[in-house]
């Protein structure tokens, strides 16, 4: 049985991006993979029923999907050095802004990528030589035209239209200013190294600074995200050595933990209350007078459940987060509590703070 890793990725996917520097930052050996149009069948649909990468082959045979599952498998089999943090308050508000980058900074990367002319040729021509290498028979520019259409065609579907661009756009200043806050007090965002939470800003921003828009607001940017993104590649380098500690004092982070309540929970629980009330489309301003428009999704209801979970079994623990960042995600999460939801009554530690 081979003792490598072996990852599946593609050159622009931030998940991929993601998974890769916490395997190498792991010390793990991985034998990487590009997907092209044969191996997204043979190896990523016939393993994981789905065509989306990263997917990890471990070495007990195993073939595991999604960057955050990635993550815990391997931080399972090796814990050392930690991506998670053994303190559950610190744990926790880092989880919750790994999704935080996951499935909302995504969506501003997204956009910026697929809707600015320049940026979507690069990327289609990425999509395509990947696909197209070693596979025999699959046209180069239908391969360019016919992957990207697919892409762009899930943007509205998460609240993201040609039309509100530039108000996604707008999000991100202030997320880097959030950012910038946060490094203020400690070289990763969590602590003195990376956790779970800096690779999944990491994948995010790599790709972004990537791409011809992003890369210039990355660069018109707080010098200190740049040179944190630096420090995470720089981690992850052969040699490369850290000594993890998380912060006791979260106070930094206030403003990246008021963004995230006020735009992306704000959307979740809108979201999970069009859900319960079989309504077919969710609105909700948000921060920085972005109107969100889309039609329900109980993925981003299960997302929230699980982000639900995490602040649960802090409370049952007897823990608490630090008092300003825990109202911000309480008052957002107070509608819930009005409507009586079904996600509430399932969480009763959580559910006595209201
Ligand atoms: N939640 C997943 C998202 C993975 C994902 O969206 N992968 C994209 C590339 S970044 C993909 O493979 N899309 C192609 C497809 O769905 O067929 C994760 O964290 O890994």
């Known amino acids: 049985m081979s ?21 190498r930052y792991k010390r793990l050996p991985v034998d990487e993979q590009v997907e092209n149009a044969q191996t997204r069948f043979s190896v990523l649909q016939a393993r994981t029923g789905k065509t989306m ?15 955050t599952t990635i993550a815990a498998t391997i931080e399972a089999a090796c814990p050392q050095p930690p991506t998670r943090w053994k303190d559950p308050v610190a ?20 956009c910026s990528r697929w809707y600015h ?27 360019a035209r016919d992957f990207p259409a697919s892409i762009v065609a899930t943007l509205p579907k998460m609240g993201a239209t040609p039309d509100n661009a530039e108000s996604w756009y707008a ?3 202030a997320m880097l200013a959030a950012l910038d806050e946060a490094l203020s007090r400690s070289l990763f965002l969590t602590g003195s190294s990376p956790h779970q939470c800096d690779f999944a800003f990491y994948g995010q921003l790599n790709q972004l600074r990537r791409d011809p828009t992003g890369s210039a607001w990355i660069g018109d940017g707080p010098a200190s995200v740049r040179q944190w993104l630096d420090r995470i ?10 000594v993890p500690s998380s912060l006791a004092d979260l106070d930094a982070l206030r403003p ?24 077919n489309q969710v609105r909700a301003e948000l921060a920085g007078a972005v109107a969100f428009s889309a039609a329900p999704a109980k993925y981003n209801s299960k997302l929230l459940g699980a982000n639900l979970d995490l602040l649960e079994t802090l409370y049952a623990a007897g823990r608490a987060l630090p008092t300003a960042i825990e109202s911000a995600l309480l008052a957002e999460l107070g509608p819930l509590a009005a409507a009586q ?7 009763p530690a959580l559910a006595r703070r209201f």
């Not at 990468?53 to 960057?67: F, H, I, K, Q, Y």
């Not at 939801?341 to 969480?347: E, H, I, P, T, V």
């Open 171 to 173: 999000m991100l200043p």
């Open 256 to 279: 990246l933990a008021v963004q995230m309540a006020e735009t992306y929970l704000r959307m979740q629980v809108a979201n999970a209350l069009a859900v319960e009330a079989g309504h």
């Open 117 to 143: 002319a320049d940026d979507a040729a690069q990327n289609a021509t990425l999509i395509a030589c990947a696909m197209t290498h070693s596979v025999y028979g699959v046209d180069f520019q239908r391969a």
């Open 233 to 242: 590649e720089g981690a992850c380098a052969p040699g490369a050595s850290t």
């Open 341 to 347: 939801s079904a996600l509430l009554a399932a969480r």
């Open 91 to 110: 744990d926790t508000l880092a989880m919750l802004l790994e999704d935080y980058a996951d499935e909302w900074l995504v969506r501003i990367m997204l």
């Open 53 to 67: 990468v990263p997917v990890v082959l471990t070495p007990a045979g195993d073939a595991v999907n999604d960057s």
């Open 3 to 23: 003792k490598r890793y072996v990852l599946y990725t593609m050159h622009n996917s931030p998940y991929s991006d993601k998974v890769r520097a916490l395997l």
